[in-house]
């Protein structure tokens, strides 16, 4: 099918997300040239493997027995016979490598100890305001620690080369990861755990009476947590259930299972009890059962709005989700520095290859953008992405077919065109179960989209390097905001504008919990020095400060203290 095209260019990646399984038979193959690809990254300044660690990352997908990814259970790591199937996780650069590893695929039948785990710890928490309050001096210092160890090079490069094997990403989004971790550990070092359960209090009615609130945490607790970040957004949510005093079970994503197994294994080393945290490695069903036959409290969860959702519905709403995100970036009415805002734009569309649930998902451009260049510089910045260097790669929940067929669907809307893209990377052998796809941009004009009938389509999030583009013009503000409006999940978004009037309209009509405004907002961030975060639903979960650490991790308990009769009290008449 010929693909239409459009005389500008412009680019932008969708998100979609699915998942897959890989086989449990674990295959042998000869090793190719493409297996070095990665390795030409992870060879980089890597003189030696951290004492804690139990994998070498130079050497995953080049062995016929792969590193195996165990559960930790009460204190415990399972052997790699003591679940009895395995999940096989493919070398994501080349079908026809050497896993990267196997991964325990835990069954139902195998959840006993994890339960019990669970029912052994009250809902009182392991640490509380009143109990064990030494627990949270001991996490500030694990967490100093474990942020000095992210800091130093050979355990940086460690976890950037580990992280590169399970998610193909440029080394620099690889490493920028691992830096904003050993930041957000660096935050709360010190005093800084205790002062997150920092109460309150307000004088009472009569003398002896005072009324404090305090920060109480929910006791036995479950993370499951998503491919696309393996260190940053587990280790963020994970610490954050800690220092609140809950007893976490994680549940990884299996692809990138064994970027939180080395974590831990820091953690150990760090001072942290082996006790406290259980890890669980399991598909989907496992995972489901589990939270339904435990005490679990509170389930926090990062990853599709589809499953989010069915979470929400089998806890009762005991879920703090952060979810789809289809994230907007519009450029307003004023023109500057279209060189630098046309570099955020490729960045935010298609780093990482779009897989970030705050990736740019559409772009509104205002005619006087068009008018000065902006859709040829970003597709020119796109067409500059390639394999060599990972600033392009394996999309791992969608295949190639997948995201053709969403293209096709979109270029059926009236007036819709290809702007860039569109086709299957050329010389690659990543495996047919993942995607591989050239940065792509769609446009579809703004009335067309609108309209009832394509609107679901052109918002459905591709999580993948691909977006939507449209275009509006003086007077069509509201039919922007509009569509806004409209999308059903808000987690971040951009308004490219100095404009102090133009950002108050968007800003004020508009809800995205995580908003960028200035001619350099952008939609993808650092969370350690921010909230990030969706809103406009009530279970939404923060991560990266004390507050999203408070929302999501703790509840209010009030505690009223009323000590003192008077000496002169007597006896009222009953009411």
Request: glycine share 8%.
């Amino acid at each position: 099918m010929t693909l239409p095209t459009r005389t500008f260019s412009s680019l932008r990646t969708m998100k979609v997300i699915t998942s897959h399984s890989c086989s449990t038979g674990t295959r042998v193959h000869p090793i190719t040239s493409h297996q070095t690809l990665i390795s030409s990254f992870t060879s980089r300044s890597m003189s030696t493997i951290p004492s804690w660690a139990t994998l070498d990352p130079n050497k995953l997908g080049t062995e016929s027995l792969p590193h195996h990814v165990g559960n930790i259970v009460n204190g415990k790591w399972q052997g790699r016979t003591e679940i009895e199937n395995k999940l096989v996780i493919l070398n994501p650069m080349d079908k026809d490598a050497f896993p990267i590893c196997t991964v325990a695929d835990t069954s139902v039948d195998e959840l006993g100890p994890f339960i019990k785990s669970m029912e052994s710890v009250s809902k009182s928490g392991v640490h509380n305001p009143l109990k064990n309050v030494e627990r949270y001096l001991m996490y500030g210092d694990i967490s100093r620690k474990a942020g000095d160890a992210l800091m130093q090079p050979d355990i940086q490069e460690f976890f950037t080369h580990s992280i590169m094997k399970c998610v193909p990403k440029s080394y620099a989004q690889a490493e920028g990861e691992v830096k904003v971790t050993a930041a957000f550990l660096n935050n709360f070092g010190g005093d800084n755990v205790r002062f997150l359960a920092r109460s309150f209090g307000n004088p009472g009615d009569h003398l002896g009476q005072q009324s404090n609130g305090y920060r109480w945490p929910f006791g036995p607790v479950a993370i499951i947590a998503p491919f696309n970040f393996p260190l940053e957004i587990p280790v963020l949510q994970l610490m954050g259930s800690l220092y609140m005093g809950n007893k976490p079970v994680l549940k990884p994503a299996e692809k990138v299972a064994l970027v939180m197994e080395q974590f831990l294994h820091l953690l150990h080393d760090c001072g942290m009890p082996k006790e406290d945290v259980d890890m669980l490695n399991c598909r989907g069903p496992t995972a489901e059962e589990f939270i339904m036959s435990s005490p679990v409290r509170l389930t926090q969860f990062t990853g599709s709005s589809r499953v989010a959702e069915h979470l929400s519905v089998k806890t009762g709403g005991k879920v703090k989700i952060e979810d789809a995100g289809f994230d907007w970036k519009i450029l307003g009415p004023d023109v500057s520095n279209v060189d630098y805002v046309a570099w955020q734009c490729d960045q935010d569309a298609y780093a990482s290859q779009g897989q970030k649930c705050s990736a740019q998902s559409i772009l509104f451009v205002h005619e006087n953008w068009e008018k000065a260049g902006i859709l040829d510089k970003i597709k020119s910045n796109a067409s500059k992405r390639t394999l060599d260097d990972l600033t392009i790669g394996p999309v791992l929940t969608h295949t190639t077919e997948d995201i053709m067929v969403h293209i096709h669907k979109l270029l059926k809307i009236p007036g819709a065109s290809i702007l860039f893209g569109g086709d299957e990377l050329h010389d690659h052998k990543i495996p047919s179960v993942y995607g591989a796809v050239q940065p792509t941009a769609v446009f579809v004009p703004l009335k067309e989209m609108l309209k009832e009938e394509h609107f679901e389509t052109c918002v459905t999030e591709l999580f993948a390097p691909f977006q939507v583009v449209t275009s509006y013009e003086d007077g069509e503000d509201d039919l922007v905001i509009e569509a806004c409006e409209r999308m059903s999940h808000h987690l971040t978004a951009a308004v490219v504008s100095n404009d102090v009037q133009f950002q108050n309209k968007i800003l004020s009509n508009t809800v995205n919990g995580t908003t960028y405004a200035g001619v350099r907002a952008r939609t993808t961030g650092a969370p350690q020095n921010h909230w990030f975060g969706p809103m406009g639903d009530p279970r939404g979960a923060g991560i990266g400060t004390p507050e999203a650490i408070q929302l999501v991790w703790s509840g209010h308990r009030e505690i009223i203290f009323d000590t003192l009769v008077p000496d002169d009290w007597t006896q009222p008449k009953a009411t």
